[in-house]
C-alpha cells in the first residue's frame, strides 16, 4: 500500500500515528499525570503546613489552579505550538473568548442589575 | 411502582389532546403495520435506521424536521384561530390548553423543527462540498440524530400521557419551579431538551472535526464554500453555547427534583441568573439556526446566478464576525430586567453592530445577483423571499436593540412579529429552498417546478398577511400569550392575521402536493447527470444519488470553485478529464448503537419525568451496555471493491460524456 493510498483512502475518523508528537506517548501521560498529581497535592500541602503567608493562600492556589490547566492542556490535550497545532490552539483561544465573555459578562450583568434593584431601603 | 404514572395522566376530560393524540396514535400504528405488511422493515433497519452514512442520517433529519414543523404548526394555527375568536369571550381553547400550546409550538419549531432542518442540511451537504465520503465520526453522527428524535418523541409524548410545559418556550422560574409547575410539564420539557441536547452538542463536535480537519486534498479553507464556512461557524457555536444550555437546565432539575434553590425566590436563589444564563445560550442559538441558511442562499444565488458569489472573502469574515459578535449581545432580550443603563447600552450597541456583518452578506448576495443571467427557480424565489423579507425583520431587530424602545415592547406582539420575521423569513426559506435545491441530489430527481412554485408563492404570502397585522398590534399595545383580550382596535388585525394562516396552510399543502407529484412524475423529473442547476460546488460532481463512498477517487482541489472550472474545461475540450485508477474503498459499518442508545435514552427521560427510579436505573445499564458493546466491536470496516467503484463512475462518466455535448461553456 502507497503512502498516498493511505493517505487518500482511509475511512472517515481513522487518524494517522500521534507517537511522535511532543506529549504523546505513555511517556508524555506519565509525565503528565505526575506533574498533575503534584500540583493537585501542592494544593492540599501548602494551606495545611502554614509553609507560606495565610493571606497569600489563595492567590498561590489560584497560580496552582492555572498552572494545572496548563498541564492538562499540554500533556493531555496536546496543544502544543507546534505547526500541525494552529486549529487546537485556535480552538483553545476561542473557548477561553467565550468562558471570559460568559462568566464576566454574567458577573457584570448580575453586579450591576443587584446594585440598581436594591430596595432602597437597605442602602441605609 | 409507577411513580407519580396514574390514569390520571391520561387528559380523558380534555377532548382536544385526546383526538389528536388518538388520531396521531392511529396514524403511527397505520404506518408501522403498513411497512411491516409491505415487508419494508428489514430494509429500513438495514438501510436507514443503523446506517451510518452522513447522506442516509440528513435525509433522515430533514424528514424528522419536516413532520415536527408540521407539528408545530398545527399549534400555530391553534393559536391564531384562538384569538381570532376570543375577543371578550373565552374562545375555544381553555387558559392551561392555551399555554400548553404556545410552549409546545416555540419548543417543537426551534428545537425539533428548525434545527433538525438546518442539522440535517449540514449533514447532507458538508461532506459532499468538503469532497470526502463521512464525517469525522460516523457512528456519534447517528447516536447524534437517534438522540434528538428522542428528544422529539418526548415532547410529543406529552400530548396524551401527562401535559406539557405551561411557561412559554423558555421555562422561566419562579414559574418554572415546583411551587408554581408542580405537574411532569417542565419535567417533560428539560429531559427532552437535555436528551436531544446531548446530541445536537455531538453534532457540533463531529462538524467542527470535520471542517477543520477532513477536506479533500487541496481544500484549504480559502476554498471551501461559504455553507462549509457558515456550516462551521454554526457547529463552533454550538459546542460553546449548548453546555450552557445544559448546565442551565441542570440547575433547574436540581431545584424541581431535588430541592435546591439556584433560581427559586427563597433560600437565596436568584431567578435572574436563569435569564441571564438561558440568553447566554439563546442568543447564540439564533445564530445557530441563521448561518447555516445563510450558507444555503450562498449556494443557491450564485448557481442560479451564473456567477461565483460575490465577495467570498468579505462573506467568510461576515460569518465569523457573527460567530464571535453572537456571544456579546445575550442582555438584549432582558434589557428591560433592570440592568441599568451602562449595560443596557454596551449590549443595545452590540446588538446594533451584529447587524453590519449580517447587512454585508445582503449586498453581497444582491451584488452575486447583479449582472448575473437569474433563473428564477424555487430554490432562487425562496432566496429572494428570504432577502426582502429578512432586511424587514433585521431592521425591527435594530429597532428592538435600542434600549428605550425595547422597554415600549419588550414581550409585546411586535416582537413576535420580530423574531418570526427572522426565523420563518431567514430559516424556514432557507431550509425549504435548501431542500429544494440539494433535493435532486438526495434522490436522483427534481422536485415538480410549477407546484413548488405555487406552494412558494402561498407560503410567502401567508407569511406576510400572518405577521404583519402582529406588528401594528405590538406597536398598539397588544402583549404575547394573550389567551383573550377585550381591545376592540386589536380585532380586525387579529382577523386579517388568521387569513394569513389559511393562505401560508394552502402553500404547505401545496408543498405536500409538490413532494406526491415529483415522486410520481419521477422518470420525467430525473436527473441523469448529477449536475441538474450548472452547480458550481464538489456536491454536482459525484451522481445523483451519490454512491455510499460520495465520490469514486477523491479530487485534488487545485482552485477556488474547483468543480466549475473543470466543468468548463471538459466543456471547452468537449471531453471528460482521464479515468482515474479506482482503489478499494473501506466505509464505516453500519451500526444500531444510536437507535438502542436512544430507545434507552427515551425509556431513561420518561422514567426520570414520572420518577420511576428503577426503570431509570435498567434504562441507563442498558444505555451504557450499549456503549460498551460498540467500543468493543472489532470489526468497524467494510470493503467496496475497486471494480464496483469502477463500474459505478463508468456509469456516472458516460451520462457525463452525453451531457457536455449538450452544454456550453461560459
Avoid at chain 2, 227 to 242: K, P, S, Y
Avoid at chain 2, 266 to 292: K, Q, R, S
Wanted: proline share 6%; with cysteine; glycine share 8%.
Amino acid at each position: 500500500m502507497s503512502d498516498a493510498r493511505q493517505i487518500l483512502e482511509t475511512a472517515p475518523g481513522d487518524e494517522a500515528d500521534v507517537e511522535h508528537e511532543f506529549g504523546g506517548g505513555v511517556m508524555g501521560y506519565t509525565v503528565g499525570l505526575g506533574l498533575a498529581a503534584l500540583l493537585t497535592a501542592t494544593a492540599f500541602v501548602l494551606p495545611a503546613l502554614n509553609l507560606v503567608w495565610p493571606p497569600s493562600l489563595p492567590i498561590a492556589l489560584g497560580v496552582l489552579a492555572i498552572a494545572q490547566m496548563g498541564v492538562h492542556v499540554v500533556f493531555f490535550l496536546h496543544v502544543t505550538t507546534g505547526p500541525d497545532n494552529v486549529n487546537n490552539v485556535l480552538a483553545l483561544a476561542f473557548g477561553a473568548l467565550i468562558v471570559f465573555l460568559i462568566i464576566g459578562g454574567s458577573v457584570w450583568i448580575m453586579h450591576a442589575m443587584n446594585a440598581n434593584m436594591m430596595n432602597p431601603a437597605m442602602h441605609m | 411502582m409507577l411513580g407519580k404514572l396514574t390514569w390520571d395522566a391520561i387528559p380523558f376530560d380534555q377532548p382536544i389532546p385526546l383526538a389528536a393524540g388518538a388520531v396521531v396514535a392511529l396514524a403511527v400504528l397505520a404506518v408501522l403495520i403498513y411497512i411491516t405488511v409491505k415487508g419494508w422493515v428489514p430494509y429500513l433497519w438495514r438501510e436507514w435506521i443503523t446506517s451510518v452514512d452522513h447522506k442516509r442520517i440528513g435525509v433522515m433529519y430533514v424528514a424528522l424536521a419536516i413532520l415536527m414543523l408540521m407539528r408545530g404548526f398545527i399549534d400555530a394555527v391553534m393559536m391564531r384561530t384562538q384569538q381570532a375568536v376570543a375577543f371578550r369571550s373565552n374562545g375555544y381553547l381553555p387558559p392551561e390548553h392555551f399555554n400548553q400550546i404556545f410552549s409546545a409550538h416555540g419548543t417543537i419549531m426551534i428545537f425539533f423543527g428548525a434545527m433538525p432542518f438546518m442539522i440535517g442540511l449540514m449533514n447532507f451537504v458538508v461532506p459532499l462540498q468538503l469532497g470526502v465520503r463521512d464525517v469525522a465520526f460516523p457512528t456519534l453522527n447517528s447516536v447524534s440524530f437517534w438522540l434528538t428524535a428522542s428528544g422529539a418523541l418526548l415532547v410529543n409524548l406529552s400530548l396524551v400521557v401527562g401535559e406539557f410545559s405551561r411557561t412559554g418556550w423558555l421555562p422561566f422560574p419562579p414559574l418554572s419551579e415546583m411551587t408554581y409547575s408542580p405537574g411532569v410539564g417542565v419535567d417533560y420539557y428539560c429531559w427532552a431538551l437535555q436528551i436531544s441536547g446531548v446530541g445536537t452538542v455531538l453534532t457540533g463536535v463531529n462538524f467542527v472535526t470535520t471542517i477543520l480537519k477532513i477536506r479533500a486534498p487541496g481544500m484549504t479553507y480559502m476554498r471551501m464554500p461559504i455553507f462549509c464556512w457558515t456550516a462551521l461557524a454554526a457547529n463552533l457555536l454550538i459546542v460553546a453555547a449548548f453546555p450552557v444550555l445544559t448546565a442551565t437546565l441542570a440547575m433547574l432539575l436540581l431545584d424541581r427534583y431535588l430541592g435546591f434553590h439556584f433560581f427559586t425566590n427563597t433560600g437565596g436563589g436568584n431567578m435572574m441568573m436563569f435569564m441571564n444564563l438561558i440568553w447566554a445560550w439563546g442568543h447564540p442559538e439564533v445564530y445557530i439556526l441563521i448561518l447555516p441558511a445563510f450558507g444555503v442562499f450562498s449556494c443557491v444565488v450564485p448557481t442560479f446566478s451564473g456567477k461565483p458569489v460575490f465577495g467570498y472573502r468579505s462573506m467568510v469574515m461576515a460569518t465569523m464576525a457573527i460567530c464571535l459578535i453572537a456571544f456579546m449581545v445575550w442582555l438584549h432580550h432582558f434589557f428591560t430586567m433592570g440592568a441599568g443603563g451602562d449595560v443596557n447600552a454596551i449590549f443595545g450597541t452590540m446588538s446594533a453592530i451584529i447587524a453590519v456583518p449580517t447587512g454585508v452578506k445582503i449586498f453581497n448576495w444582491l451584488f452575486t445577483m447583479y449582472g448575473g443571467r437569474v433563473r428564477f427557480t424555487v430554490p432562487m424565489i425562496w432566496s429572494v423571499a428570504f432577502m426582502i423579507t429578512f432586511t424587514v425583520g433585521g431592521l425591527t431587530g435594530v429597532l428592538l436593540a435600542v434600549p428605550p424602545a425595547d422597554f415600549m415592547l419588550h414581550n409585546s406582539m411586535f416582537l413576535v412579529a420580530h423574531f418570526h420575521n427572522v426565523i420563518v423569513g431567514g430559516t424556514v426559506f432557507g431550509a425549504l429552498a435548501g431542500m429544494t435545491y440539494w433535493f435532486p441530489k438526495a434522490f436522483g430527481f427534481r422536485l415538480h417546478e410549477g407546484w413548488g412554485r405555487w406552494s412558494a408563492y402561498f407560503t410567502i404570502a401567508g407569511f406576510y398577511v400572518v405577521f404583519m397585522p402582529l406588528y401594528v398590534v405590538g406597536l398598539e399595545g397588544m402583549t404575547r400569550r394573550l389567551q383573550h383580550y377585550d381591545v376592540g382596535a386589536w380585532r380586525p388585525w387579529m382577523m386579517v392575521s388568521v387569513f394569513g394562516v389559511l393562505l401560508a396552510l394552502v402553500g404547505i399543502v401545496l408543498e405536500i402536493v409538490t413532494i406526491y407529484v415529483s415522486i410520481r412524475d419521477r422518470e420525467s423529473l430525473r436527473d441523469e447527470v448529477g449536475d441538474p442547476w450548472d452547480g458550481r460546488t464538489l456536491e454536482w460532481s459525484t451522481a445523483s444519488p451519490p454512491p455510499e463512498y460520495n465520490f469514486a477517487v477523491l479530487p485534488h482541489v487545485d482552485h477556488e470553485e474547483y468543480y466549475w472550472r473543470i466543468k468548463q474545461a471538459a466543456a471547452r475540450s468537449e471531453t471528460l478529464p482521464e479515468e482515474p485508477h479506482y482503489v478499494d474503498i473501506e466505509m464505516p459499518r453500519n451500526s444500531a448503537t444510536g437507535f438502542v442508545a436512544a430507545f434507552f435514552a427515551t425509556v431513561m427521560g420518561f422514567a426520570l419525568i414520572w420518577h420511576i427510579w428503577w426503570m431509570v436505573g435498567v434504562a441507563f445499564v442498558g444505555a451504557y451496555a450499549t456503549f460498551v458493546a460498540f467500543a468493543w466491536r472489532d470489526h468497524e470496516e467494510h470493503v467496496i471493491p475497486a471494480e464496483t467503484v469502477a463500474r459505478n463512475d463508468h456509469a456516472r462518466r458516460a451520462a457525463r460524456a452525453k451531457a457536455l455535448k449538450a452544454y456550453s461553456p461560459r
